[in-house]
């Protein structure tokens, strides 16, 4: 049996818990590969066929030894992370051997584009404003009400300033109720939420436990509970879309 064959059928097995944190991965020694150019992909959006095989065969592949909560989150990684990458696109069975053949239909009719496999530091791609709005919030006064907009987790200096000019409004104006904006949120760093939680009226929460395999090794850590150190904690009620 080959790794290949191996990490598909164990992956296959993992799929059925229907858990988005829970999976297989071969971690490959190379560095990782991936198309050497996204353009074509962020202006016609999923190809037709990937080296000949419709794009949708290869998704019912992936979504049967992927591991998933929700359909849409499935398809949506799929169409995000793995058909850029020649290490998911193997997984699927696609022959990445010679680079990749893509058919995207285009104003002008179907178009192919051939792509080898590069480092992610020399893919091509459209430049993305440095003040790209991914966090960012609003106080409605007048319906007591402050939304709080995030369309990505990273944990850095530009959230954490942003939440906390957010709170010191919240706090200034007295308001009741805070809805938090994930829509087109991805997910990622689970210190974001840890750090929100810090302004809330909770005193501790949980911290979920889990148990990660390399070869022979399994590395686990227990269910805890983590004591908040607080700022300045109203009472407020939270809500999220």
């Given at each position: ?15 059925r818990l229907n858990d988005g944190h829970t999976g297989v991965n071969w971690i490959n020694p190379k560095t990782p590969l991936f ?24 998704l019912d592949q992936y979504l049967l030894m992927a591991s998933y909560e929700l359909p849409y989150y499935g398809k949506a990684r ?164």
């Open positions: 049996m080959t790794v290949l064959a191996l990490w598909q059928a164990s992956s296959r097995i993992a799929a198309i050497d150019n996204f353009k074509q992909l962020e202006d016609y959006g999923a190809p037709l066929t990937i080296d000949g095989i419709p794009t949708q065969e290869l799929f169409l995000t992370t793995v058909i850029v990458s020649e290490q998911m696109l193997t997984f699927c069975g696609v022959d990445t051997s010679d680079g990749v053949d893509m058919t995207f239909l285009t104003d002008e009719g179907e178009q192919t584009f051939h792509y080898i496999f590069v480092p992610l530091k020399r893919v091509v791609r459209y430049d993305r404003p440095d003040d790209e709005n991914w966090v960012d919030y609003a106080i409605d006064r007048e319906n007591d009400l402050g939304i709080f907009t995030l369309r990505g987790c990273n944990y850095n200096e530009e959230y954490q300033s942003t939440l906390d000019a957010f709170f010191a409004e919240v706090f200034e104006y007295e308001i009741s109720n805070v809805v938090v904006d994930l829509r087109g949120n991805g997910g990622g760093n689970s210190l974001v939420a840890n750090e929100f939680l810090r302004y809330i009226d909770v005193d501790q929460y949980k911290l979920w436990g889990f148990a990660v395999r390399f070869g022979w090794y399994l590395h686990k850590t227990t269910t805890l509970w983590w004591t908040i150190e607080s700022n300045l904690r109203p009472s407020v009620g939270i809500y999220s879309f």
